[in-house]
């Protein structure tokens, strides 16, 4: 047999063909504690750098490519991977521009730490199966979920580390910007501009549900950020004597083409609607596409808000919106998840952005 590598013993070649490498068979052909060898692996910083790189160069020679990462995650418990659950279908999160940031700031943190990252979506494939928790992680960001779902149910259930965004769990730490303020200072300077009748395009207050209703009752559901925001802009109604009756919501799926739709549907129903509402940029773009086919004059006629300052110009007009930093939220989550120190309720700042379409 002819051996290629002149750096490599016959013996040693042998060996690496016939015997499994481990941490402790490497120790032991070096001459070097167990503890030493793993830590170039798991503990870098506390080798110097020509050791590790001694001690690689060596294993990278015997064909071993690193401890094996499942052997010691079933053994110690430990993943060195978190998960982040959302609401939607996987490519959601490659598709919508403050999921991205979101992702970004999260990713980051990830790399500074070598952690790894899993997505874990509420909805999957076409038929929306219920996903499971088969992944070994070492704790959760729970992303403005659906609370009942069965898996975020499955996920407090394991008593692991947990972080929520946009919402709170007493007992979790959370990130998020104060979203009632947020809303409250939309409805009240729109009410100040003189607005009476009122639109809502929001993402559903619970799985599957659709339509449009009008805001006498409070809207219920387990989606804790829509119900937070509509809400916020149904108590601004009642303290400035705008009868509910007047003013409409309209759930739906969340993208551009279904705001459009429902614009469409609020203003058909209900031509008396001054001003549109929407719980982000993607909602609030797809009701400047609806007016603008229909030759409403945007803010004259109608009147559009935003939320999450992603689009600031929606197809030629600056949109009014609320900026949040989507990018730090995911940094902080990442550091409040492995920290796992005491329950915090981080808030972070926010900013009213009045743009032309309002």
Same mark, same amino acid.
């Given at each position: 047999?002819?051996?290629?590598?002149?750096?490599?013993?016959?013996?040693?070649?042998?060996?690496?063909?016939?015997?499994?490498?481990?941490?402790?068979?490497?120790?032991?052909?070096?001459?070097?504690?167990?503890?030493?060898?793993?830590?170039?692996?798991?503990? /870098?910083?506390?080798?110097?750098?020509?050791?590790?790189?001694?001690?690689?160069?060596?294993?990278?020679?015997? +064909?071993?490519?690193?401890?094996?990462?499942?052997?010691r995650?079933?053994?110690?418990?430990?993943?060195?991977?978190?998960?982040?659950?959302?609401?939607?279908?996987?490519?959601?999160?490659?598709?919508?521009?403050?999921?991205?940031?979101?992702?970004?700031?999260?990713?980051?943190?990830c790399?500074?730490?070598?952690?790894?990252?899993?997505?874990?979506?509420?909805?999957? +494939?076409?038929?929306?199966?219920?996903?499971?928790?088969?992944?070994?992680?070492?704790?959760?960001?729970?992303n403005?979920?659906?609370?009942?779902?069965?898996?975020?149910?499955?996920?407090?259930?394991?008593?692991?580390?947990?972080?929520?965004?946009?919402?709170?769990? /007493?007992?979790?730490?959370?990130?998020?910007?104060?979203?009632?303020?947020?809303?409250?200072?939309?409805t009240?300077?729109?009410?100040?501009?003189?607005h009476?009748?009122?639109?809502?395009?929001?993402?559903?207050?619970?799985?599957?549900?659709?339509?449009?209703?009008?805001?006498?009752?409070?809207?219920?559901?387990?989606?804790?950020?829509?119900?937070?925001?509509?809400?916020?802009?149904r108590?601004?109604?009642?303290?400035?004597?705008?009868?509910?009756?007047?003013?409409?919501?309209?759930?739906?799926?969340?993208?551009?083409?279904?705001?459009?739709?429902?614009?469409?549907?609020?203003?058909?129903?209900?031509?008396?609607?001054?001003a549109?509402?929407?719980?982000?940029?993607?909602?609030?773009?797809?009701?400047?596409?609806?007016?603008?086919?229909?030759?409403?004059?945007?803010?004259?006629?109608?009147?559009?808000?935003?939320?999450?300052?992603?689009?600031?110009?929606?197809n +030629?007009?600056?949109?009014?919106?609320?900026?949040?930093?989507?990018?730090?939220?995911?940094?902080?989550?990442?550091?409040?998840?492995l920290?796992?120190?005491?329950?915090?309720?981080?808030?972070?700042?926010?900013?009213?952005?009045?743009?032309?379409?309002?």
């Open positions: 047999m002819n051996i290629k590598n002149k750096n490599i013993p016959p013996d040693k070649y042998n060996k690496r063909q016939t015997a499994k490498i481990t941490i402790k068979s490497l120790a032991k052909e070096m001459g070097i504690s167990h503890t030493t060898i793993s830590n170039a692996w798991n503990n /870098p910083e506390k080798l110097s750098v020509e050791l590790r790189e001694r001690i690689l160069c060596y294993a990278r020679e015997m +064909g071993f490519q690193g401890p094996d990462r499942l052997a995650a079933l053994r110690t418990g430990k993943s060195d991977t978190i998960g982040v659950i959302f609401n939607d279908s996987m490519s959601y999160v490659f598709i919508d521009p403050h999921d991205i940031k979101l992702m970004r700031g999260i990713a980051v943190r790399e500074e730490q070598n952690i790894n990252l899993v997505l874990i979506p509420l909805q999957k +494939g076409a038929a929306n199966a219920t996903p499971s928790l088969t992944t070994l992680v070492d704790g959760y960001i729970l403005a979920t659906h609370n009942s779902a069965a898996i975020i149910q499955q996920t407090l259930a394991r008593h692991l580390p947990v972080v929520t965004l946009d919402f709170e769990l /007493p007992e979790y730490s959370s990130v998020s910007i104060d979203n009632a303020s947020a809303m409250q200072d939309i009240r300077y729109l009410l100040d501009k003189g009476r009748h009122f639109g809502i395009i929001a993402f559903s207050s619970r799985p599957g549900a659709q339509g449009m209703r009008h805001l006498v009752r409070a809207v219920t559901g387990d989606n804790t950020l829509m119900l937070t925001r509509v809400n916020a802009c108590s601004v109604f009642r303290e400035q004597g705008i009868p509910l009756s007047t003013c409409w919501l309209y759930e739906t799926q969340h993208d551009e083409q279904h705001g459009e739709l429902a614009a469409e549907a609020l203003l058909s129903t209900h031509p008396e609607i001054s549109l509402i929407c719980l982000s940029d993607r909602f609030a773009l797809g009701a400047v596409n609806y007016c603008q086919r229909q030759h409403l004059a945007i803010p004259q006629q109608v009147a559009i808000s935003g939320f999450d300052n992603i689009i600031p110009d929606a +030629g007009i600056g949109l009014t919106t609320i900026a949040q930093n989507a990018e730090r939220k995911g940094e902080i989550a990442v550091e409040l998840l920290n796992n120190g005491p329950v915090i309720h981080h808030v972070l700042e926010y900013q009213l952005i009045v743009r032309e379409t309002a």
